[in-house]
């Protein structure tokens, strides 16, 4: 009997991440590629189609049988059309693109569609730190913006009318506070991004003439002790766990999943952003655990696996 494998592909802003992956999750074969996003839709389209035909003739040329496709992407997410909602400018042209029917007509295979971070954390669900969290939990991204699912019982995220659920970065934290892309002031995203951070970190002097315009480096110095680096990181958690607070006073999880490139960071900031929403939350709501995501930059890959196969049965 054939092995039967599925196609996922995540869609950023700056690298389509892909794979061919089992039914047990494991990922035979991965690649990276630029995004390349400035070139326009059509470009981009005709980059999936490439990396789909590449894997059909991969796959058939190993003997497997290749049973669905799942494409997780930056923006909002129509699920119930399958088409792109709305995208920034960091993806031109994206708003409207009927994904789905496109790569369906393209591949000949059943194909699903879904924002990159309910993808993320349907596959924190599927394989990662959620894989034993049966009561449901809350995931979060922290990297250029911030967004996330609410993950059911059933490991299924909470989509909402559309699909558009999650939009937890534009939760608004301070009134008339920082201008944000969305157009709106003070949205939480522009407080605890790994964006927001790097800013702040210019504020006071931090810059990239400092830091390089790197995150880690700004840990680097926090951890030695520097001290205006240090201030800096502990204000960083406590803008994390004001969000965060947020949600947990709305949806009472039992464990906060949070991924992006802060996880690397492990318990030096997620002690302090555990500490700091222990300080916030209302005590019938506790305690909550903070724990960091477990597959890296493959989580959404695996996320748009799953929802391959579940598209395929």
């Given at each position: 009997?054939?092995?039967?494998?599925?196609?996922?592909?995540?869609?950023?802003?700056?690298?389509?991440?892909?794979?061919?992956?089992?039914?047990?999750?494991?990922?035979?074969h991965a690649d990276n590629t630029p995004t390349e996003a400035g070139a326009g839709r059509d470009s981009l389209l005709d980059k999936l189609y490439g990396i789909a035909r590449g894997y059909k003739e991969k796959a058939a040329a190993q003997g497997w049988e290749a049973r669905g496709m799942g494409v997780a992407t930056a923006g909002y997410v129509n699920v119930k059309e399958g088409r792109i909602g709305y995208a920034t400018s960091n993806l031109p042209g994206w708003t409207g693109v009927p994904l789905r029917d496109n790569m369906a007509r393209e591949t000949g295979l059943p194909v699903a569609l879904v924002n990159d971070a309910h993808a993320f954390a349907i596959g924190?669900?599927?394989?990662g730190a959620g894989k034993e969290l049966t009561?449901?939990?809350?995931?979060?991204?922290?990297?250029?913006?911030?967004?996330g699912s609410w993950v059911t019982e059933n490991g299924t995220p909470y989509y909402g009318r559309s699909g558009y659920a999650g939009g937890y970065g534009h939760i608004v934290i301070k009134h008339d506070?920082?201008?944000?892309?969305?157009?709106?002031?003070?949205?939480?995203?522009?407080?605890?991004s790994v964006t927001a951070l790097m800013r702040q970190a210019a504020e006071?002097?931090?810059g990239p003439s400092v830091t390089g315009g790197s995150a880690k480096k700004l840990f680097e110095l926090a951890r030695s002790g520097h001290e205006q680096a240090l201030g800096l990181i502990d204000r960083y958690a406590e803008y994390v766990a004001v969000g965060l607070t947020s949600l947990i006073h709305t949806l009472n999880p039992e464990s906060v999943v949070i991924g992006g490139a802060v996880t690397a960071q492990g318990d030096f900031l997620f002690d302090r952003i555990e500490a700091q929403v222990k300080r916030q939350t209302m005590p019938a709501y506790g305690p909550v655990r903070i724990v960091p995501a477990a597959l890296g930059e493959q989580a959404g890959l695996a996320g748009a696996a799953k929802l391959a196969w579940l598209a395929a049965d």
């Open positions: 009997m054939k092995q039967q494998v599925v196609f996922g592909i995540d869609i950023g802003g700056t690298n389509i991440k892909s794979g061919i992956v089992d039914s047990e999750g494991r990922i035979l924190e669900a599927w394989i009561e449901g939990f809350l995931c979060i991204t922290l990297g250029t913006g911030v967004g506070g920082q201008p944000c892309n969305c157009g709106l002031k003070g949205c939480w995203e522009q407080y605890a006071i002097g931090l």
